[in-house]
């Protein structure tokens, strides 16, 4: 097991370099198997997440593989002219949710997938009946089994559909399922996040013929065949909004670079309520703190445009240091308050009370040990941690490496003191 060390109590100050966002680049390559050609993936990080979906491709037959680029991290070579495998197993569907998004993308190509249910970040139930349901509704004959969904689109046919829940994931299914189809596809009540955007802008590159991401309609013209292509993905919102909730909390000034500052805009508007001081420009972020940070006073989040829910766990560790009281309120994910009774062994205040957490910030909380619950969990305590007294361990950090890459390098650069360590944790017989 690794874990993180931290002396907390450092300053923030410097420039950091937001990587392209995992959330797009999940999608572009469940959307790769659809591609019969070489594809080009610019500056790709090595979250574990991304080397996960990497493994299934291969798996299907693609070649993946790290070459030399010309940004700060290397590009992904993807290959899926020879895709001859349609199941994707439990061991490697376990690894990252995201697998579920071959189910389209392979049905797109082959008509025929078998595909375990995902893994991912316990966040709660994570149904993906929209995804199926979507499916069927445009002819593909799907059942479940020991585990695995099993379908065939050899009647597929391309119609209106209307999701009941703009579902991020069933959103990127159903747009990957009809690239291919002949006839429209339209998606009515569609996600409409940036990510949902990248890949559009990703299949079309590739010859797809997508138009309306990001709006309440999605129309997809099918395509006889998709081609090669190279395509940077945009940058990270959940990361950048990580940094900014770290300026806020302990930043003298953090410059971010590589960002799309309107893709932050709810984040931006609560930090500031706080002390902090933000000038936002198209691609760079400039935050300075302001002493000890004032109560953001309520987020709520929602789908996009409103506050994500991958940045509320965050906006715990900000509020419990702030000046007077706090409420969030998680309304996607019913069990994503994980991180909470990680921050109390901090010191934070919180209690939860009819569906709304009620922070009362401390001028002081303190280290401890502490285990990662979830991807954006574990990063809200690394930001305790950043500002606790004494020292914080937290454990189980594969849990971050899924979406953060090199993050305590980034972290150390900026001022910082925390290190990866290995980490053996006791177990204490408490019968
Ligand atoms: C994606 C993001 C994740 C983010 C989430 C919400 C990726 C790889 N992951 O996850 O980081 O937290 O969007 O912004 O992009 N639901 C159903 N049935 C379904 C599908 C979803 O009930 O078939 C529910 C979920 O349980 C949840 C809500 O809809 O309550 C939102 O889920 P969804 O938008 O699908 O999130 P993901 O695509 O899993």
Known sequence: MESFYIVGGNKLEGEVEIDSAKNSLL???????????????????????????????????????????????????????????????NELSCKVRSSIFTLGSILGRKEIAKVAFPGGCDIGLRPIDIHISALKHLGCKIVDKNGYIYANASKKRSQDVMLSFPSVGATENVMMFAVLNDGETRIFNPAREPEIVDLQNFLNCAGADIKGAGSNVIVINGVKKLHSCTYRPISDRIEAGTFLIAGAMCGRELVLKNVISKHNQELISKLLKTTCKIEAYDDNIIIKGNGRPQSFGEVETAVYPGFPTDLQAQMFALASISEGYSLIIETLFESRYKHIGELIKMGCDIKFKNGVCIINGKEKIH?????TPDLRGGASLVLAGLVAEGYTTVNNIQLIDRGYYKFEDKLSLLGADIKRIKYEKKVDNCN
């Open 27 to 89: 999608p572009i390559l469940a959307g790769s198997i659809l591609i019969d050609g070489e594809i080009v993936i610019e500056n790709v990080p090595k979250y574990s997440d991304v080397l996960a979906m990497c493994k299934i491709l291969e798996h299907l037959g693609a070649k993946t593989k790290f070459i030399k680029g010309k940004f700060k991290n290397e590009d992904l070579y993807v290959d899926c002219r020879d895709i001859s495998n349609c199941d994707v197993p």
């Open 367 to 371: 280290g401890a040990e502490v285990d």
